[in-house]
């Protein structure tokens, strides 16, 4: 069974612009949360999604939106990018069970100068 | 609110050795607890998890027991190996009507020595 996937693996994109980055869950895991990983905030969740709504949203600011399509795969935009955002991105999916564990992606490395 | 505490690392031993990381946590209700690895240049792996108090989670010799009354979950293997070298983090799943979210304690990068 394919895990979660996450593309692209690396990004750098300059100050000001926007960034768009995908994940597609496991097979059958139709609960997807986003979670960003720093060095000095450590993992912070961004939001999560099930069956294309949005359930739960972490503290960050507008900037950082989702969204999930009828497949389950979901994409996290960030617009008006600014250095502090630099980090690693970790998509994570589930079941949509009350214990159900969250499987991780590789994440996507954004790097903005 | 939710929150984790976790043994501040880094941590380093010797190849067999014993090995204890600590995880306290603070939560309403009773979570779900987690423990995650990340390898250098990847995402986080679950190790193993516990859904209730005196669960036990079990994985390639890891192991964590899940204490209500300490409100504790720490990791502990009886013989480490080089290959273990990575940072874990304790993590608890809390759900609030239909939301699912992982609260992360701030991981603890564990070096293990040949």
């Known amino acids: 069974k394919a895990g979660v996937t996450q593309t692209p693996r690396y990004l750098i994109k300059t100050r000001g612009q926007q960034v768009t980055l995908s994940c597609s869950p496991i097979?059958?895991?139709?609960?997807v949360s986003w979670y960003q990983q720093t060095p000095g905030q450590g993992l912070q969740f961004l939001f999560e999604?099930?069956?294309?709504?949005?359930?739960n949203k972490g503290n960050f600011p507008g900037r950082f939106s989702g969204r999930q399509f009828s497949n389950s795969r979901s994409e996290m935009n960030v617009s008006t990018l600014e250095l502090g955002d630099s980090a690693l991105y970790l998509c994570?999916?589930?079941?949509?069970?009350?214990?159900?564990?969250?499987?991780f992606g590789n994440g996507t490395r954004l790097t903005v100068t | 609110g939710d929150s984790v505490t976790q043994m501040e690392g880094p941590v380093t031993l010797s190849e067999e050795a014993f090995l204890t990381i600590n995880c306290t946590y603070t939560?309403?209700?009773?979570?779900?607890l987690f423990w995650y690895v990340q390898y250098p240049g990847e995402g986080l792996q679950l190790l193993l998890k516990?859904?209730?108090?005196?669960d036990k989670g079990s994985n390639k010799g890891f192991e964590a027991t899940y204490r209500k009354e300490t409100t504790s979950f720490h990791l502990e293997k009886g013989s480490v190996q080089v290959s273990d070298s990575a940072v874990y983090f304790c993590?608890?799943?809390?759900?609030?009507?239909?939301?699912?979210?992982?609260?992360f304690g701030s991981g603890t990068q564990l070096t293990v020595l040949p």
């Open positions: 994570a999916s589930s079941l949509a069970q009350e214990n159900s564990p969250l499987h």
């Open positions: 097979s059958g895991h139709r609960s």
């Open positions: 999604y099930f069956s294309e709504t949005q359930r």
């Open positions: 939560a309403t209700g009773y979570p779900s």
């Open positions: 516990a859904t209730k108090a005196d």
């Open positions: 993590a608890l799943l809390t759900s609030s009507g239909s939301a699912r979210q992982l609260t």
